[in-house]
């Protein structure tokens, strides 16, 4: 479905967006926020897609992230867990916030290992 000749394309678009923004002197805060936020969108669907299906390769990071996902699916926000002798916390982040950032449009999941 996606290749890296995409994701490079996705790239490009989304420096093209970020590089309109910053260069933009008009007094509009919001001049371009949509098509940053549909490029940002865009470059993370591919990556994903990409990671998935093995053309970009894990980092240790994502592999362990993986791991933790498929045995604990279920588990909530600051939810601890052991795997193999080590504690990690499930943690959520906000990925992407509406325009007056008082709601979030897309959350993100990590997991941090405990000391």
Do not use: C
């Not at 490009?12 to 490029?39: C, G, T, V």
């Not at 867990?81 to 007056?100: A, D, I, M, T």
Request: net charge positive; no cysteine.
């Amino acid at each position: 479905m996606y290749s890296i000749e995409d994701l490079s394309k996705a790239q490009e678009e989304l420096d093209y967006w970020n590089n309109r923004f910053a260069n933009d002197s008009s007094n509009n805060p919001n001049k371009h926020r949509s098509q940053i936020k549909s490029a940002r969108a865009e470059v993370r669907l591919i990556t994903d897609y990409l990671k998935s299906n093995g053309t970009i390769a894990l980092t240790e990071k994502e592999v362990l992230e993986k791991t933790l996902d498929n045995e604990f699916p279920n588990a909530k926000s600051n939810e601890i867990v052991e795997f193999n002798g080590v504690k990690y916390k499930r943690k959520f982040f906000p990925l992407e916030k509406s325009n007056s950032r008082k709601t979030v449009t897309e959350w993100g999941k990590k997991w941090e290992q405990l000391k």
